[in-house]
């Protein structure tokens, strides 16, 4: 059972346009969601994160948008650089605080120069 | 280097052999995760530790495997009698559990093949 899903598997995006990641999520006691970036050999890197009581977080370049009623969040990356191509993962915790994450299963994100 | 250290970063074992993976967290983090990645997925929770207690087991988590804290430091996961099916790349997180951060910094991983 995927409670939290990336249905796009794989994004390219023009250097300096924005770059869109999609994730969903089916269990409704979520209230704290993340991003993380994967590079190849390496372990995740956490992103920006987004608490259920706010529809929006921003920094910097990266903005991540929450839609409660509709269970979506995504990641918006302007402008897109080249060092952002990499594996993009969504994950969701039952309560803040508590570091145990539901992962999506990535996205990976292309920026072509 | 400050942060999450895993040993080895690379292990190929014969099936049936028994595996002992290493986790160094981050010296001020009194939690510490355990997750595996499999190819084309995300990395799924495997157990947690708040300091030398493990506090949640996933149903993942079989009896083959085994994962200890002692005095709250350093962890380890043990593998007995590998399958085929436990090759993975196995993540180890820390974090420092207060309520302003839910942020888990990753190590770089141990990838185990099973062949």
């Known amino acids: 059972d995927q409670q939290v899903k990336q249905n796009s598997p794989s994004l390219s995006v023009q250097e300096g346009r924005i770059s869109i990641l999609n994730c969903d999520y089916t269990?409704?006691?979520?209230?704290?969601f993340l991003w993380y970036k994967k590079y190849p050999a390496e372990g995740p890197t956490f992103l920006i994160s987004i608490s259920s009581i706010k529809d929006k977080n921003e920094d910097g370049r990266f903005t991540v948008f929450l839609n409660k009623s509709a269970k979506h969040l995504s990641l918006h990356i302007v402008p897109s650089q080249p060092g952002d191509s990499a594996v993009y993962f969504c994950?969701?915790?039952?309560?803040?605080?508590?570091?145990?994450?539901?992962f999506g299963t990535g996205t990976r994100l292309t920026i072509i120069p | 280097d400050t942060g999450v250290s895993q040993d080895p970063r690379h292990k190929i074992t014969k099936r049936g052999q028994n595996v002992t993976f290493r986790c160094d967290p981050i010296s001020e983090h009194n939690r510490l995760y355990w997750y595996r990645q499999t190819l084309g997925q995300g990395p799924e929770f495997l157990t947690y530790?708040?300091?030398?207690?493990?506090?949640?087991k996933s149903r993942l988590l079989s009896d083959r495997f085994s994962a200890e804290r002692p005095k709250g430091s350093f962890s380890t996961l043990e593998i007995q009698r590998t399958e085929q099916g436990d090759s993975a790349m196995y993540l180890c997180?820390?974090?420092?559990?207060?309520?302003?951060?839910?942020?888990?910094?990753f190590g770089q991983g141990t990838r185990l093949t099973v062949v």
């Open positions: 997180a820390s974090s420092f559990n207060w309520r302003g951060t839910v942020e888990a910094f």
């Open positions: 994950a969701a915790t039952l309560n803040f605080g508590n570091e145990k994450l539901t």
């Open positions: 269990n409704s006691m979520f209230d704290y």
């Open positions: 530790f708040q300091n030398e207690a493990q506090l949640e």
